[in-house]
């Protein structure tokens, strides 16, 4: 399989249908790479649950020409196009089937790269988690992803003493959903190493995920876990004879722990009297969910249209590029309603007449109340309620944080998380502030984030929950003068100033980095 065939494909079937079934294609060296692990073993029988235009039969056939391939596929017209395409593959066992509903089977061997799907559109999600229930007692969380599922499924499948090899997104490694997964691959001794490929790009040109190799064997020894990184595909073919990036005992790894900080090379952060959790301070939640941004947040003319008054609205933000500089303020959020930006969000607090049950009626015409979250909610068009958070953080950032000390009434919706201090926090809002515009943070808080590639990284709330901060002793001997300086430079849309940089820097020093406790920075703390 190369390029030409998957534009040919693509031309044939549309980029629609490709997206609908979650359609990425293997590269030649990638696939190879997954059937030698999968056929190290000594089986004579390769599945592929998925098997799209046929990457790991050409694959297999070179690494062993008398493997017997086996395979499912779900969409009629790839296996169309790929026996119509090539005449080799009439030996190809094919079922057309839905993988994930199907648990009358085991396998020798098993490689796969599974739809990327998310779980908005994994649409009979709810049949299969009830299946997973059934057959492997598991309750898979409904984030889950159409991959996750695969490899669970397939794990369940593996025939003692078989191998597996999947590729797929990394971004279970630290998750929630994910949890069950790492579970399950520890607790059955399967996983032998996780691999990382940094060139996203170079293995899924159309995707924006992080890409790794997951390779498991059924041999009941829970040997300890490698980690390695693999910095283009090439160097696949030789990656498992070269040194991993880490190496875990099974026993260390925790289900519920983030592991994608395990194929970074630097020393990880521990938790010392100078660093405590963030959710020290209160805790992130996510933004407003309305379901339906377009009924539910509108502007100035909009709302006049409808003839529905300013009294129905509440303040927020409802974009995150509508706030340009670190501090955002009430003027701030007035020039944007001035500018008829969509920042009136609807609040119609059970009093419904008039305009306000015109829009309603409106809503439903325009089908609003249909949608996944709305037809959800009783009636459809309740809001959730929310206070203004005094810090909001950025949902997906690129080369830094997006946080931003909110000194408006405005909400939010969920373009940005919003912190709420508890009583012991409300003193220290400022401080949490500038620490997370530092660099210090940036190496602190990545090992929570989750990599999506080409650089675009996203955090959960409980994701910012559990990210290091400085511990109150820590924020108690930071001078005030520097808090004050920091803070009028970031309300005037400046960097934070290198003298609080280097300050943040010595936490890098108690947590196992490399700042000396000789350095000047130390001494303005003491």
Known sequence: MNTETIEKYTAAVGCAHRRSFGQFFTPPDVATFMCRWALGGGARVLFDPALGLGSFYFAAKDVDPSVDFQASEIDPRIVDFLHETYTQVGSISVTREDYLSRWDRKHEAIVCNPPYMRFQLFSNRGNVFNLFLKNMNISLSGYTNIASAFLAKSLAELQQNGRLAYIMPLEFLNTGYGEVIKERLLQSGMLKALIKLDDEKGVFPDATTSVGIILAENDGVRSP?????????????????QSPTRVLPNADLKPDDKWLKYFDLRPSP????????????????????????????????????????????????????????????????????????????????????????????????????????????????????????????????????????????????????????????????????????????????????????????????????????????????LPPRLIQQGMEECENGEVLPEEIEQCFDTLMGSAGGSVSPEDDSVAILR
């Open 270 to 477: 521990v938790l010392t009297k100078d660093l405590v959790a963030v959710n020290t301070y209160g805790s992130f939640s996510r933004g407003i969910a309305t379901g339906a941004n377009e009924f539910f947040a509108i502007s100035a003319s909009k709302a006049a249209q409808h003839n529905l008054p300013r009294s129905l609205f509440l303040r927020s933000v409802t974009k995150s590029a509508q706030i340009k500089k670190p501090v955002f303020t009430d003027d701030d959020f007035d020039l944007l309603e001035k500018s008829d930006a969509p920042v009136l969000l609807l609040n119609l607090n059970g009093c419904i007449s008039g305009p306000a049950r015109d829009y309603i009626e409106y809503g439903v015409r325009q089908g609003f109340h249909l949608r996944y979250l709305t037809k959800a909610r009783n009636p459809w068009y309740k809001l959730e309620r929310r206070v203004p958070a005094p810090l909001l953080f950025g949902v997906f950032s690129r080369d830094g944080f997006n946080v931003v000390r909110n000194k408006s009434s405005a909400l939010n919706l969920t373009c940005y998380h919003g912190f709420n201090p508890n009583l012991f926090g409300r003193d220290h809002v400022d401080e949490l502030f500038l620490y997370f515009q530092s660099r210090a943070a940036r190496r602190l808080l990545e090992l929570n984030m989750r990599r999506y590639g080409e650089g675009l990284d996203k955090f959960e709330p409980n994701d910012l929950n559990r990210a290091l901060a400085p511990s109150p002793g820590w924020f108690s001997r």
């Open 225 to 241: 876990v490698s980690f390695y990184t693999a910095s283009n595909t090439a160097a696949l073919s030789s990656l498992l004879d």
